[in-house]
């Protein structure tokens, strides 16, 4: 869908006219959009708040798509700057609810039943209204069991899908136009955005999120996690057991009989799942934990979670081992490990300027020191230096963050080296112990003996095509386009001095014939050859001195 296209939408109109009221005057002009030089006139920009500032309130002007898009890239540091990143965190998800009688007809046309088949009681009255859903508690009639009802807003996902396709082309658009975001890469962005954005419309896939991590953290976790009755879900549907408590968000710490005990419980309990289960809550912050009235901890909004494969664990444990031995050495190797370059790096350059920040962050007292601030220092460094981290790791380096921060919410003198580094060396001897070494060796016989196996089949097809000629080798070449285009610049140039050379040598014959017709008492073809092949002759000059090819 081009510009053009989108200028006639009542939808991208108000889009352009936002943009404008925070001051985006700039990316509106270099979207050439019909129409705009009116539209300044009618709405003038605000340049009173920070850039970033006005990128916030922007967002949450233009509603739950681009809150949804500055919520997920706020999971991103390794492709945005961290004051970015700050604001994007501050994004807020409250909206009006829907009437009641829409969302009974949601649940209604989710369930096959009517309201009253299905539940025994259903309170009008929301609990919490968000841009995607809205939840309800109420008491299921089969069960018994208070339940809370997660309820998709009706509509939502048409409309979603048509701000992502507008944010697609403007993305897309901006990214052409505009050198200083190409680094950003605005179409990743939103493509990241979208896939991201319409699993969370997927709330069997959260109910499924929310067994997985239930089955990881078993009945004697910290971290409680709520039921789900999966017979009752949809994709627009979620029901899961109502738990009684008050978000973290709206506590007061001084209330808490022991917040020492329970800032240790959380943290402890987010490392497990990063570290030992691999699957863990992508943004634990404050709005979606709930104290319940037995102080547990208990996670809700499993929309976003993030896995890590056992490769990558082992390979994460050991940089945050490094960190928390202070071991620069080793944290430069996992780093290098982890990462993958776009193209040569200075590897010497990046370990110094690594140094640089563990000596500013060991410098602090150790209670103050921030494992996953420090992490985030150093994703904005491979991002200066072009290295990638997998989406996996990043998303868990922001939800490191935010459990960190959540722990000293809680209880702001806990000391987060000393709880973390205890957990994190026993995992990482838990590598060496018998049974993982013996899974691993076991894993290790099974490749070679079928390797063993595969080996000769494959040697006597390559022997066989050699020896019926069909064996070919390919090489593919790299970076070869600038070495090209000089190549066909110098052989235009050389074609275009030999066509003047010749016009010029042409004209001076019909020259010296003396036929007519007369130009200035020349022949005329001799004369307009001249003419034509000076013309030409002083163009290719000035391009070659324009360019500085000379």
Request: one cysteine or more.
């Amino acid at each position: 869908m081009d510009l053009k296209t989108l200028a006639g939408l009542a939808r991208f109109k108000d889009i352009v006219m936002i943009l404008m009221k925070y001051g985006f005057d700039d990316v509106i002009n270099r979207l050439e959009i019909p129409g705009i030089e009116l539209i300044k006139k009618i709405h003038k920009g605000s340049d009173e708040l920070g850039t970033f500032e006005r990128m916030r309130y922007a967002l949450e002007d233009l509603g739950p798509t681009f809150v949804k898009f500055g919520q997920i890239m706020s999971l991103r540091p390794d492709m945005l700057p961290p004051q970015l990143i700050h604001e994007l965190s501050k994004l807020q998800d409250e909206v009006a609810p829907v009437e009641f009688s829409q969302i009974k007809e949601t649940v209604e046309n989710n369930t096959g039943r009517h309201l009253q088949e299905t539940f025994s009681i259903f309170d009008a009255e929301p609990l919490a209204a968000a841009s995607i859903s809205q939840v309800h508690r109420g008491i299921l009639k089969k069960e018994g069991h208070i339940v809370s009802i997660k309820v998709q807003r009706p509509g939502i996902q048409s409309k979603i899908k048509a701000d992502l396709d507008i944010l697609a082309a403007i993305a897309d658009q901006l990214h052409e136009r505009i050198d200083d975001l190409k680094t950003y890469d605005l179409p990743n962005l939103v493509r990241v955005t979208r896939r991201n954005l319409l699993r969370e419309l997927d709330f069997k896939r959260e109910a499924r999120n929310m067994k997985i991590a239930a089955s990881f953290a078993g009945e004697h976790s910290e971290i409680y996690i709520p039921e789900v009755y999966e017979e009752y879900c949809t994709e627009r549907l979620l029901v899961m057991e109502y738990v009684q408590g008050i978000k973290l968000k709206d506590l007061d710490t001084e209330d808490v009989i022991d917040p020492e005990s329970m800032a240790k419980q959380g943290l402890k309990a987010a490392i497990k799942q990063i570290l030992d289960d691999g699957f863990f809550h992508a943004d634990p912050h404050p709005g979606n934990i709930l104290i319940t009235e037995d102080e547990r901890l208990c996670l809700m909004d499993w929309g976003m979670t993030g896995r890590l494969s056992e490769r990558d664990r082992h390979e994460l444990i050991d940089l945050l081992k490094s960190v928390v031995d202070k071991d620069s050495e080793a944290m430069v190797y996992a780093l290098v490990r982890l990462s993958s370059a776009e193209e040569a790096i200075d590897q010497r350059g990046l370990e110094r300027e690594l140094l640089d920040i563990l000596d500013s962050y060991y410098a602090l007292p150790v209670k103050e020191m921030n494992i996953g601030q420090l992490l985030m220092a150093i994703t904005e460094l491979l991002r200066k230096y072009r290295l990638r981290l997998p989406s996996d790791l990043v998303i868990m380096i922001k939800a490191l963050v935010t459990a960190e921060g959540t722990a000293r919410i809680i209880y702001p003198d806990l000391n987060i080296v000393a709880e973390a580094k205890d957990y994190i060396s026993s995992l990482a001897l838990e590598r060496f112990k018998p049974k993982s070494l013996w899974r691993s060796f076991r894993f290790t016989l099974s490749e070679f003996f079928s390797l063993q196996k595969e080996l000769p089949r494959r040697m006597v097809q390559i022997l066989n095509k050699a020896d019926s000629g069909d064996l070919t080798l390919g090489f593919r070449h790299e970076n070869l386009g600038p070495l090209r285009n000089t190549l066909d610049n110098i052989t235009n140039r050389l074609t275009f001095g030999i066509i003047i050379a010749a016009m010029i040598i042409g004209s001076s014959m019909i020259i010296t014939t003396g036929i007519g017709p007369f130009l200035f008492g020349f022949p005329a073809l001799g004369v307009i050859g001249y003419l034509i092949s000076g013309l030409l002759g002083l163009w290719l000059i000035f391009n070659i001195i324009r360019k500085r090819k000379y």
